[in-house]
């Protein structure tokens, strides 16, 4: 007679097994908040290198705001944020850049034009690392964009969220305790020195 422990052991080692393969094989569903891009921005304050930024962007959620930053940091246009700065620094709050025409906070451009309309508010201000459009009113988005130090849900509704800071969370606490101005303005150039895409 066959040991039924023995026999419990052994069906057990074949459930095992076919749930071991069946996951190896088995490929995750594909999630609306999944990154469809990635960037990088490597970070000076002046003479320093502070390090690199790397951020995923939710292109099946916010397309058209994500084509906008994604060709501004590859350059594709023939401008973008390639050696521009963040010209507004507010600790327990943001960094904001993106102005690369006037870079004091007046400026910048999208690919579309000046500015263009908000596209959704779906994805809300959670935490630190979140990327956001920055504006001057409803419809107003250009290139500007902040990225949270902290959760800031009472701009949720009035700024379009469209990527999540992936890598470089100590890079981006060392950004916001720079030496600022009376404005904000960090009194080095707090630049981006070098922008790209990187592989998803």
Request: hydrophobic share 35%; with cysteine; charged share 20%.
């Amino acid at each position: 007679m066959q040991d039924p422990s023995n026999k419990s052991a052994e069906e057990s080692k074949v459930k095992l097994d076919f749930n071991v393969n069946h996951a190896e094989k088995a490929s995750p569903p594909k999630s609306e908040t999944d990154f469809t891009h990635q960037v990088y921005f490597d970070i000076t304050s002046g003479d320093e290198k502070l390090g690199r930024l790397v951020i995923g962007l939710y292109g099946n959620i916010v397309p058209k705001t994500v084509e906008n930053f994604y060709n501004l940091t590859t350059g594709s246009n023939g401008f973008g944020y390639k050696n521009s700065i963040f010209h507004r620094v507010i600790n327990n709050f943001m960094v904001q850049g993106g102005d690369f025409t006037n870079r004091d906070g007046t400026g910048g451009k999208s690919i579309y034009g000046v500015k263009f309309p908000d596209e959704n508010f779906k994805l809300k201000h959670l935490g630190p690392g979140y990327l956001s459009m920055a504006n001057s009113g409803p419809d107003t988005n250009g290139s500007q964009f902040f990225i949270t130090t902290v959760k800031t849900n009472w701009l949720d509704g009035h700024h379009v969220v469209f990527g999540k800071l992936i890598d470089g969370m100590e890079i981006l606490m060392k950004m916001q305790l720079v030496e600022v101005g009376r404005r904000d303005d960090p009194m080095k150039p707090l630049k981006i020195a070098d922008c790209g895409a990187i592989a998803v």
